[in-house]
Each structure stands twice: as C-alpha cells, then as structure tokens.
C-alpha cells in the first residue's frame, strides 16, 4: 500500500471518491439531513479504494448500508451512486472482485429496503408514499428490492459489456501498431536481402581478383625463373588487379556500413511498449511504467537492459499462468536505474494446479524464498549482461504471488547519450 | 624422351588463366595446347584436340565448370576417342566439392589454397594414361560426406546384369584384392581385366574409374 501511496496512482480514485461523496452527499444532506451525509461518506470512501483495494472497497460499502441503518435514516442518494461504483468495477476490476462488490451492493441494497419498508421509526409517508398497513410495507419491500436488484444487475453487466469493448477496442489498435511493426520489419528483411544479394556478388568478383593475383603471381614466380621479363610485366598486371580489387573492396566496405545504418536497429527500451502489446496478445495483462526523470542511454546499454527485460518475461510466460499480470517497473533516480519484473503467476495459478495455500505450505515457501537462491542459464546470462554496465540482477520468489526480478544499475548515467 | 602431357586450361577469367599457363608452361613435359573461357564451347570443341588433362575452373561462361565435364562425357564417352581427364579447379576446396567433382566425371580438383608445386604434380598425375584411384581419398570424402556402403540400390541391380568375366572381377574387387592379382586371382590377362572394368564403366554409364569406384561404394560391393 505504502508504493501505492508513493506512486500517486491513487489520485483518480480520489477524485472520483470525491465527487461521489460530496456531490451526492450534499444531496443527502439538503433531502434528510447530517447523518444522511455521514452515511453518504462511507459509501463515496468506497470508490476510493475500489481499483487498487476492492476488498476495502467492499467493506466500505457494507460499512456504509448498516450506518444507514444504525443512523436512522432512508435510503440514500449515494447508496444509489453504488450502481455507478459496480460498473467501475465491472469494467476495470477483477470479475471476482466485482462480483464480491455486485453481492455486497445487494445485500446492502436489501437491508436498507427492508429497513425502510418495515422499521416503524421512520415517518409513515416514505418519500411521499403513504404506508398505511402490512401489504403497503410489502409492495414497497418488493418494489425496492427488484429496483434495488435491477439497477445493481444492470450496472455490473453495462460495466462487462463496456470491458468488453474497451478490450476489444484496445485488441485491435494493438494488433494494428503489432501488423505495422511486421511490415517495417519485413521491409528491412527484404532491404537486407536485397543486400545480402549485392554484397554476395562483390565479394564474388574480390575473390575472383584474388584469384587471379595468386595464380598470376604462383605462374610468375615459376616463370621468371626460365624468363626475367615475366617479372616486371607481371607485377605490372597484379598492380592493375589489385587496384581492381581494392575498388571492390571499397564498394563492399560502403554497402555493408550504409546497410548497417538502414538495417533494423536493435531494440531499445522503446521497445519495451512494443513487448508489452505482444504479452497482452498472448493473455498477460502487462504495463511499463517509468518513474523519475528518464534519460538516453547508448545503445548498447539500452540493448542490454531491453534483452533483461526480455528474458524476464520469457520466463514468466514459461512458469506462471496464463492471464497473470506482469509489471515492468523502471524506476529511474539522478545516476541509476532499477528494473523490477514482477508476476502474480503463483497468485493468478492454473486452476488445474490448484493453489495449496495451507499455513504449512505458505510457511515452507516463505522460507524457500529466503534461503534458496535462484539461479539457472537464463539469470547467469541477464547477470553477465548487467555486469557489462555495471549492474547486478537479482531474483526471488514472492511467496504467494509470484516472481520478481530485480536488475539494479547504480552508476547508470556513464552511458547516458544525448540523443 | 619422357612421353609429354596434352594440356588445356578450361578458365572464365583471363587473368586467372594466364596465371596458370605461365605455372604450367614451365614444365617441360607439358603441352600447353588449348585454351578457353566457354563451357559450352569447350564441350563441342575439346575433343578435337586430343587432350591428356584438362584443367577447369569452376566459374566459366556459360556453364559451370562440373557442368561442362558432365556435358562434355555424357556426350563423348563411349566411343572410341581418348577422352581427357579433367582435374577442377576453384578458389576453395572442400569434400563437398570433391565429391561433387568425381560425380560430375572429374578424377580430382586443385584449388588456390594449393601450392603451384601441388597443381603442377595435379595435372602431371591426371596426365597419367593410367588413372589410378586414391582410395584412401575417396573412402575419406565418402564418409566426410555421409555416403553409406549399399546406400543406393541403383547400382546393384544394374551389376547383376554383367556377363560372367565381369561378374568375377567385380568379386575379386568386392574381396579386396589388389588391382594387380586381379588378373592372378581370376584367371584373366591383365588386359582382359582392364577391358572388363571399361565395359562395366560404359555398362554403368560411367566415365571414370573414380567414378565406378563410388559406384561399387554406393552399390555395397565396396567397403561393406
């Protein structure tokens, strides 16, 4: 919670918990009064923790229905406002969590309608409708819970149905920018074929002067012994063979040079947006982050530290399950860098494994994650890697939720480019 | 008087030609007596010079310097003219090509990488009348490039179409006996059995001894 703070990824929920609460406070306050808008509070403070902390969110939510209750009051304007909370969740928060919060709305939906429609306390005429018997207390009971019921049910389905096209919607712009960077691609293999094609022919006509250096000066050596004008009319032909195949050379050289200019450049951290499109496709929900004030570094390093990232998440895609979020941190400061990348993939599981979550087996993997070190090819090589500016890579197990790794860059900056 | 080598230079690019004329115009022995730069050209034209060696360069005009061997034996073999042997020649030598080389109707290659003291003795070997296969070598290529004892059929069934002469010098090679006591070992004068290995060659399709001999290879008969 503490990074959650650090990183201010909070102020939107602040934002939106704030118009909630005030504006639909207010509301409750002019209709019914001080401890309406008590009640009004609670339920505006659960929009504050909905996305980061559902769970807090939830209890938010109940907290706010039974101070309804507690407080005396009728239902209120933000106990409505949930509805809007359920679509929020609904469409950017776990299903399991919206469904928790779908449940919690409900519940607190129903008790208010029964509280409402029942508790005697309250005045006889509930918002104008006059109750006069038992039946009259169960229309309104009925009424209000098939309301309450139908709006929360609507909301979280329009909340899906809007997941669904915001995915979709991001699925196909992320396909487009995916098919664009293939056509560049293929562009610059042809280009480079096309290269290739040329290169090969002048060093076909460089080995071909060669050639006939060596056999003219083999044939000269031994002719020049029976005949000493050979001599001097030979170097004269190996002098115009040479000039011949230096001129090759000189092609050669410049082709390959400018090809190294045109050909795909090697990836960067750029590219990392790129990498991430690409997980997203393959089902892990990924993000890059960059915190502090980034700066350029030379390609080599950049290279470097996008093939870390790289083999990071390679590994992820090779233990951890299927639809686990990956976050790549690069968290930059006055002279160094941290690169985390983190998984949930113990969390997410595969639901064929089954998660052992007993109190023996979380303790034995919170001690493995202490005392054993994790090693293998892939984690020498991003150490070595790292070595070559100065870096070192270390990776842990985070007992329940996943894997993180962290490369770490303290003197960064000795690479830091202009461009 | 040492009997002289009939010499022709089979190359596409001047310079590298001349190069080999002056190496090889220094040897007493040999006859530098033809000289070309079209492989398509050499195949109609070679004949007529009556050639002991011929010294191709893979990069010719026209025709690749394996394809104008293959031309030029396809089309002459057979007959009754002499026929000269061919040694390849190219920048770089490798079994492949070797190969390659004693496939296509060639007795060897010569490479750049060789010494001119090591083309010299090439051609002065290949100018031999008797063309002597150096097993050792081929067995050497053979493996380097996967070729199997009995890996191809082919031959095999052909063999057995050979006439009884020919049947018992092909035994007497399938049990190793040296070339010489062929001819102790079967009965048969040392002609009969040079005849015999001809007529399986022409039987075979065959243009070299080099190239019987991976026949027999490929056939089982050999280094089973």
Redesign the interface.
Known sequence: MFRWIQTRKWLPDVFIGAIFALGLGIADYVIQGRNALYASLLFGVSFFFFREYPYIGIGFVLLGGVATVLLAVAPTVAGFGIAFLLLLAAAFGRRVWSLGLLAAAIVSGLVLAHYAAYQTTLSTQFFGISIYNNSGRGWLFTFLSIGIIGVSGFAWLLGGFLMEFLAQRNASKERDIVQRHNLRTMLEMAEQNQRFRIASDINDMV??R???M??????????A??DAD?APR?LD?LAE?IREAQGEIRRLYDMLNRSVQVAAAPPNLNDLELLAVQLRQDGYNTTVNHQGQRFALIPSAELALYRIVFDAVENVKQHAALGCDIDIDLIWSENGLQVLVKDNGIQAGSPAEGLDDSAESLIRADLESLTQEVDGPGIRGMRERAALFQGSVEAHTVPGIGFTLNAIFPSIDHYRTAS | MASRIRVGLLFG?R??R??????L??QPDFDLVYEGSDGALAVDELLGYNLDVVLVDN?LQNLSGLQTIQRFLRRHSGGRSHLPAFVLTG?FGSPEMELQAIRAGAIGTVT?ED??QA?IDRVRRAGDSREVVDTGLVNQILANQGVLAGSNQRWLLRLTELPADEQRVLVAIGECIPFEEISNSTGLSIKRVNESLNSMQQRLGLATRHQLYVALFESGVLGS
């Open positions: 080995l071909e060669v050639s006939a060596l056999t003219l000066t083999d044939g000269a050596r031994y002719a012994r029976i050979v030979t032909r063979l | 690019n310079q590298i001349e190069g080999r004329r002056l190496l115009g220094t990069r920048p750049e010494s001119a083309v």
